[in-house]
């Protein structure tokens, strides 16, 4: 097993990062599509319709990407800069924070959720010891998260917030058995 040169080193440490932050984006692109669809299943277009626009802009970030690393599709995942708990990436709402009678502001403030903590996610990996290329790389990515959590704040402002009992409907969908 040979060792690798520093600049060979660095070179690999940056695209074992890149490879992490395209699965960031790519999974935040699937998740609001299928939040997008569950919307769209209860009848609730205006929330499916945010959710689809949110992921379009994830999309638009991993296909970003993959343009800069001169990508066809993604590589395999490295390790080494993987996220805490090894479940879903920082930027990926989870399905229980769904909800069929939601409202845009509720859509909004799980997307600001995610886009905070992928901005953690990369100030984090900025603090370590990391090569430069890849440190300079994370504080880009935190500050396009910084960005795109003050673009949802300013949204939240356009849209009212819930009422009290937004979530209590008398007639609640049923499943069969």
């Known amino acids: 097993m040979s060792a690798r040169s520093p600049a060979a080193a660095q070179a690999y440490d940056y695209a074992e990062f890149m490879a992490r932050a395209y699965a960031i984006e790519l999974e935040a692109t699937e998740?609001?599509?299928?939040?997008?669809?569950?919307?769209?299943?209860?009848?609730?277009?205006?929330?499916a319709a945010l959710f689809r626009k949110l992921s379009g802009f994830e999309a638009l970030h991993a296909k970003r990407i993959l343009g800069e690393?001169?990508?066809?599709?993604?590589?395999?995942?490295?390790?080494?800069?993987?996220?805490e708990g090894g479940g879903e990436g920082p930027e990926t709402a989870p399905f229980e924070?769904?909800?069929?009678?939601?409202q845009p502001?509720?859509?909004l403030e799980l997307a600001l959720r995610c886009e905070l903590q992928a901005l953690?996610?990369?100030?984090?990996?900025?603090?370590?010891?990391?090569?430069?290329?890849?440190?300079?790389a994370a504080l880009d990515m935190a500050a396009e998260?910084?960005?795109?959590?003050?673009?949802?704040?300013?949204?939240?402002?356009?849209?009212?917030?819930?009422?009290?009992?937004?979530?209590?409907?008398?007639?609640?969908p049923r499943m069969n058995e």
């Open 31 to 47: 998740r609001y599509a299928q939040f997008a669809e569950q919307m769209e299943a209860h009848n609730n277009p205006e929330v």
């Open 69 to 83: 690393m001169g990508w066809v599709d993604m590589p395999a995942l490295p390790p080494p800069l993987a996220w």
């Open 97 to 102: 924070a769904l909800h069929y009678l939601m």
């Open 105 to 107: 502001y509720h859509a």
């Open 120 to 136: 953690e996610y990369f100030e984090g990996i900025a603090k370590r010891d990391v090569p430069a290329q890849v440190k300079a």
């Open 145 to 172: 998260e910084r960005l795109h959590a003050a673009l949802i704040r300013d949204w939240m402002q356009r849209v009212p917030p819930p009422a009290e009992g937004w979530d209590e409907d008398p007639d609640p």
